[in-house]
């Protein structure tokens, strides 16, 4: 290993995050007693995901490259904590308080984040901070309508999303690797 790590599909995980920020967006918008449309944010995921990380379609065009073995084993670790954490969600929370919930699903998205730094570099850290973040004043601040959360989110997710579309290949040289 080399200790230069590079972010090649940083613009692909972009229009993602723009996608899916739309999604949020707009499944809040019809979510009525429900706060989020399960349907319209379950069936905008799965068509998202075939359409832009599992047909190669997108990512031919926007990515500098592939992804080493490690990032990619790091993305699927991430997926999978990401399911893990959102199925104990439903299990242990359950969908009597909706908005609780939803929020802590915001939570468990913006941790599983955290594991994609490894493939998409600081963004996504930024991204993981900010969504938990938004999820916990969610919990606390009970007196402030959910519907203003979920915007957040997904707002959140669309303007991350945007600034990793129009970025430059990034690389990330460890620090003890700059002298030697």
């Known amino acids: 290993m080399t200790g230069i790590r590079e972010y090649n599909t940083q ?5 993602w995050l723009v996608y899916i920020g739309v999604i949020v967006i707009v ?11 399960p349907l319209v944010l379950g069936i905008g995921y799965f068509v998202g995901f075939l ?5 190669p379609f997108v990512n ?10 490690f990032q ?4 699927n670790i991430a997926i999978v904590l990401n399911v893990v954490l959102c199925t104990a969600c439903g299990l242990l929370i359950g969908f009597e308080n909706v908005r609780l919930f ?23 850290i930024v991204l993981g901070l900010l969504t938990v973040v938004n999820g916990l004043l969610g919990l606390v601040l009970i007196g402030v309508p959910f519907i203003v959360f979920a915007l957040l989110d ?8 945007l600034k990793m579309f129009t970025m430059k290949r990034e690389v990330n040289v460890p620090s003890e690797h700059l002298f030697s």
């Open 60 to 69: 031919r065009k926007l990515a500098y490259g592939k992804s080493t073995k």
């Open 11 to 15: 613009r692909t995980c972009g229009v």
């Open 51 to 55: 359409l832009i990380l599992v047909f």
């Open 154 to 161: 997904g707002g959140l997710k669309l303007l991350v999303g």
């Open 27 to 37: 499944s809040a918008l019809l979510g009525g007693d429900l706060l989020i449309q």
């Open 102 to 124: 939803w929020l802590s699903i915001f939570i468990v998205v913006g941790v599983h984040f955290f594991g994609f730094y490894f493939s998409q570099g600081r963004s996504m």
């Open 72 to 75: 990619d084993r790091m993305d």
